[in-house]
């Protein structure tokens, strides 16, 4: 299965179920009678290649949920329990300290995509294949994640041999990436296809580096309960929206307000709504400001000593979805 000059299929030439039906067989092929790992966040790309897998090597491919500290509010047991209903075992794995010693006293974006990376392929990863004796990780990136790590736009987390590193050597694994023709509308053809249910196949994205990427600055454990808190709300409030993906943003710098009527030198929460197709271009959604509004009373009022919440109106580009 080759990985590294992949033709692009589109959501409009594919058809999904002769997809599932090629790739499953390619990757029996390529694993034979070996193990293979992957690991599952529960977005619409891991969850679409643990479908895949389980079909192609049943109990030989061992599907694992980090928790890496990174994720929503309940999310890694939601979706341990989602794939339990479907027949999948998930085993998972508490990461949580190792990820935020990585990410212990960065602030430059890079690097903190970078100690996330390195975390999960180097450390947690390694550790994992070596226990399980598998040779193959099945790894969801699409090619989206190429294109815009090969531009060095952003250094996407799964992205290596295209850049020119080698898995085998940097990790003592290959890496074997089934959807790596498709984007992001082709996966989700994929996805329901294979029997998962809406909440997965129409998932909204959410980052690698997960709420690292929602934060500006310092990644802390103090400071992700903030963000974390910040997603519930938003992602309530915004449930009925019909927009590609929106977020909760913690930023580094401190405005004054006040509260109670004394100074608070506060923070701030930026909210950004993207309207877009592929997440190639995107441009902000046009909420009702009624909307805003009680998103913005109950940031204030809710999230602890937030005293300014701002709404991005530039499009993507020259802005990125993320932040980080
Ligand atoms: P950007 O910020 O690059 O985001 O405009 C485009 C889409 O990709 C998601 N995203 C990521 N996904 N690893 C991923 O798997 C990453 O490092 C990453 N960074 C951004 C983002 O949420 C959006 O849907």
Redo the contacts with the bound molecule.
Sequence with gaps: MTTVSAKEITADQLNPEQFIEEKATEIAAAVGDGVAINALSGGVDSSAVTMLGHRALGDRLKTYFVDNALMREGEPQQIVDIFADLGVRVELIDAREEFLAALEGLTDPEEK?EAVTQTFYKDIFAKLVRESGAKYLLQGTIL??VD?TVAG??R???VFEQIGIDPEEAFGYQIIEPLIQLRKDGVRKVAQASGLPESIHNRM?????ALA?RIIGAVTAERLDLVRGATVILETELAGVDAF?YMAILHDDRVTGMRDGERDFGLQIEVRCWDSVD?RTATPTRLPWETLEKLSARLVNEVPGVVSVTYNLAT?PPS???VV
């Design positions: 995509r989206t994640d815009e736009i952003k996407q987390h799964n994205p959410f980052p690698g580096p990427a993906q997440a993507k990125t979805m993320e």
